[in-house]
């Protein structure tokens, strides 16, 4: 119980730190005068190096428990990036720094999340449940940021980021190594061969790619765009607690009754609602219609969070799942870089709603990759 302790503890302390710099990053550098085409070029800078660093972190790794090494260092020179960026106004530079936080801060999430599955599966945990104080500590850090940048400024607030993500850290090396000699699997190097031949991991590896690189391109510009519509740094802190306790509530209901339903139908559920958010920010509605939409996003994520790793587990062998996840990963960053650089530019030239007009057709496509066909029972408990 005590290992499971320090789990929730690095979810909760990690999250914190992260609601305190992402969801302000866009907000920071047009603060600072960046316009919104050089924007969307900086803000692809995360998810584009993600693509090449997740395969080379996976090429590194001899088995999960390796990872726990990378994890520790690189949540550490995330840190030191992020209180390097404070301050700096040059193009070059922030283009520089931001290259060095995607690369430390881009595969984290991955290679965490696949010790902790491991960890969960191992022990008879719910990922989930350990996965709801992140959402928990990002909706609270995500609320209190907004207010200390209204405050303090950026400059105070990104410390605190760099600080919790050095905690991390500690955190981290007091986790147990697993045991790997129950599932033998693990002790074996990942089959890229025998993945790319699985048509249901490549099926919601395609439907994963849509739904979150749509939700991660686009969401890069909603402060900046709440901001064109009178919303102030505390005010959109709010919006986004609101989105990150819907998640919660979501993700704490389907961990309780999700067995109740077909996977499928959950997955057109989650596909629908994500389109709806965009196109809601499109057709212009008014501002207080588009924020209650925007519980839709909840439902989204909350949905995946739930899905993802349990669903991986039953459809990917054990020395698979970190690799599955890292693929799928950065073919999912590719599209969010798609999205970011060309919202830049569209944002510019046709403004806000048409941007999110076509994020919503490309939200419908994921629609096209799930498996009407096979019966898909409801994931067991």
Do not use: C
Not at 3 to 17: A, P, S, V
Not at 84 to 105: D, K, P, Q
Request: aromatic share 16%; glycine share 8%.
């Amino acid at each position: 119980m005590k290992e499971l302790n320090k789990y929730q503890m690095t979810y909760f302390i990690r999250f914190i730190g992260d609601s305190m710099f992402y969801p302000f990053f866009a907000l920071y550098l047009s603060s600072i005068g960046v316009e919104n085409k050089e924007l969307g070029v900086i803000m692809m800078i995360l998810p584009l190096i993600a693509i090449f660093v997740n395969p080379i972190w996976s090429h590194f790794s001899k088995n999960v428990n390796s990872n726990r090494l990378f994890l520790r260092i690189l949540t550490i020179i995330e840190a030191l990036m992020i209180v390097l960026l404070i301050g700096r106004t040059s193009t070059e530079a922030i283009v520089i720094i931001t290259i060095m936080i995607a690369i430390a801060g881009q595969p984290f999430y991955i290679m965490l999340d696949g010790f902790t599955s491991i960890f969960s599966k191992a022990n008879g945990f719910q990922y989930g449940n350990i996965r709801l104080y992140g959402s928990l500590s990002y909706a609270l850090g995500t609320l209190a940021a907004g207010y200390l940048i209204k405050l303090y400024g950026y400059g105070t607030t990104f410390y605190l980021a760099g600080f919790f993500f050095v905690i991390t850290g500690v955190l981290i090396h007091w986790m147990k190594p697993l045991d790997l000699s129950s599932d033998l699997d693990l002790n074996e190097k990942s089959d890229l061969k025998s993945l790319v031949r699985n048509k249901r991991y490549l099926l919601f590896a395609m439907y994963y790619i849509i739904l979150l690189g749509t939700i991660f391109g686009a969401d890069a510009f909603l402060g900046v765009y709440f901001e064109t519509l009178g919303v102030e740094t505390d005010a959109f802190g709010w919006i986004t607690f609101y989105f990150i306790i819907g998640e919660i509530l979501v993700l704490f209901i389907l961990s309780k009754f999700g067995h109740l339903f077909k996977t499928k139908n959950i997955l057109i559920l989650m596909a629908i609602m994500n389109a709806i958010r965009y196109f809601s920010y499109g057709f212009g509605l008014p501002l207080v219609a588009m924020i209650i939409i925007s519980a839709s996003r909840s439902i989204s994520m909350g949905g995946i969070l739930y899905i993802s790793i349990r669903y991986m587990t039953e459809i990917t062998s054990s020395k698979n799942l970190t690799l599955g996840i890292l693929l799928y990963s950065s073919f999912r960053s590719l599209l969010t870089a798609i999205i970011t650089v060309v919202g830049g530019y569209v944002t510019d030239f046709y403004g806000y709603q048409s941007f999110y007009v076509i994020v919503g057709i490309i939200a419908l496509i994921g629609l096209g990759f799930i498996n009407y066909k096979e019966s898909q029972k409801p994931l067991e408990m």
